[in-house]
């Protein structure tokens, strides 16, 4: 939604679309409605913080049970601006959940048992905590209280992430699509690279046109790929920057027939190991050669070795 709108030169931040979007797809009910109208208008005319407004409203008789989006709607109908970082600490903290310590060791006992010899980032290891069929029988509440360690550091920002990631809404096809795409990609590499590369699969012509961040997010997860999700944030930005300029879409350029690939045809038997990204991106351009330096009366010609050393008496 965001790329469409960027095509159509109407400037929306990414953050608007996201809070559209959950306002499209919640639905709050009637007891909420209710139990919200009897409250709040006393609690508002309070000289308070608005986070300490929320916890008292959540601290009334009577409160229905609702979800983070539920409770950010409702200020949302009421004209009332709350961050939605607010209502989901807001409601954790008037939940109470505290997990047992049971739950505290098969969490952990999870987090490690989760490819333990491959390096990944935090958020990665969280996503795949939550898609375990052991993480899905707990709340996320529960495992982020759990994780509540130095040693693991889970924030409300990145739990946000991970279920947002889980929930996208994946097809077949954009499965294959990316897979498609994997022998193309090595996000491993340098910062710069990683961006040109992600920059590439958004300018791929058979990208989707419905992706988002979660997505992307997913869909790279789904072949074992660890990008953050500030990286893709930077490469949808710079798309749509770079769709107001002439520049070239096709980052991704196909291998042309083996009959006209002439003296840069690829072995049949190629190696894996091999760097192969340049049979599928644009190569960069070539180095401009050195200057030559023509002799004048400023340039002497260079001493012989050991000319500069002294003589030394023995």
């Known amino acids: 939604m965001h790329c469409a709108l960027g095509k159509a030169e109407i400037t929306v931040k990414m953050q608007t679309v996201t809070q559209a979007k959950t306002l499209f797809r919640t639905r ?24 300490k407004k929320v916890d008292r409203l959540l601290k009334q008789e009577g409160r229905p049970e609702m979800t983070t989006s539920q409770l950010w709607c409702l200020f949302h109908d009421a004209k009332r601006s709350i961050s939605y970082s607010v209502a989901y600490k807001a409601l954790a903290s008037s939940t109470g959940v505290q997990p047992t310590p049971k739950q505290k060791k098969t969490v952990k006992q999870l987090w490690h048992r989760i490819d333990p010899e491959t390096r990944m980032s935090r958020l990665k290891r969280l996503g795949k905590l939550l898609r375990a069929p052991e993480g899905a029988t707990l709340s996320p509440l529960v495992i982020q209280h759990a994780l509540n360690d130095p040693h693991y550091i889970i924030t409300n920002v990145m739990m946000e992430y991970a279920q947002a990631a889980l929930n996208a809404d994946i097809s077949a096809a954009d499965l294959a699509w990316i897979k498609r795409l994997r022998p193309r990609l090595n996000l491993k590499a340098k910062r710069s690279e990683q961006l040109r590369q992600i920059e590439a699969v958004l300018k791929h012509e058979q990208c989707p046109q419905n992706i988002t961040l979660s997505k992307l997010l997913r869909l ?70 050195a200057p030559e330096i023509t002799p004048g009366l400023n340039h002497k010609a260079p001493l012989p070795p050991f000319a500069t050393l002294k003589k030394r008496r023995f």
């Open 28 to 51: 709050t009910t009637g007891d909420q409605q209710a139990w919200f109208s009897k409250n709040w208008p006393a609690i508002s005319a309070r000289k308070i913080s608005m986070r």
């Open 220 to 289: 790279l997860w789904e072949i074992d790929e660890d990008v953050t999700p500030s990286m893709i944030m930077t490469a949808l930005k710079n798309i749509k920057r770079q769709s107001a300029g002439d520049i070239p879409t096709a980052f991704f350029q196909p291998l042309p027939a083996r009959e006209n690939r002439g003296a840069r045809t690829l072995p049949d038997t190629m190696d894996m190991d091999e760097d192969f990204s340049s049979a599928y991106f644009l190569p960069d351009p070539p180095a401009l050669p």
